[in-house]
């Protein structure tokens, strides 16, 4: 059983920052891949960025400059520095995987967190 847990959404003012960390548990056995998305209201979800197993990274348009995406292979987490927060980039954001447990390999989850960006 994998099981990804997010932490770090609130509120925040235009021009504020927020750090989002993910920590993945379970029987993994390897990660593909880690990332964030997000999900604002009445819209589909989107990748917001992405860290390989090499370390390389992938940003959406909107992110670039402002988020930064890391991990820490050691404690299988991930983060997400968001910098000059936006009122757009109010949403929920998730934590995504590919990865390979003892069993199986798949993509998973969490239940994601909200990050609302207001004055």
């Known amino acids: 059983q994998v099981q990804l847990v997010e932490s770090g959404g609130g509120l925040v003012q235009p021009g504020g920052s927020l750090t989002l960390s993910c920590a993945a548990s379970?029987?993994?056995?390897?990660?593909?891949?880690m990332a964030w998305y997000r999900q604002a209201p009445g819209k589909q979800r989107e990748l917001v960025a992405v860290?390989?197993?090499?370390?390389?990274?992938n940003y959406a348009d909107s992110a670039k400059g402002r988020f930064t995406i890391s991990r820490d292979n050691a404690k299988n987490t991930v983060a997400l520095q968001m910098n000059n927060l936006k009122p757009e980039d109010t949403a929920v954001y998730y934590c995504?995987?590919?990865?390979?447990?003892?069993?199986?390999?798949?993509?998973?989850w969490g239940q994601g967190t909200q990050v609302t960006v207001s004055s």
């Open positions: 995504n995987a590919l990865l390979a447990t003892i069993d199986d390999e798949g993509e998973y």
């Open positions: 379970g029987s993994l056995k390897r990660f593909y891949s």
């Open positions: 860290i390989n197993n090499s370390g390389t990274t």
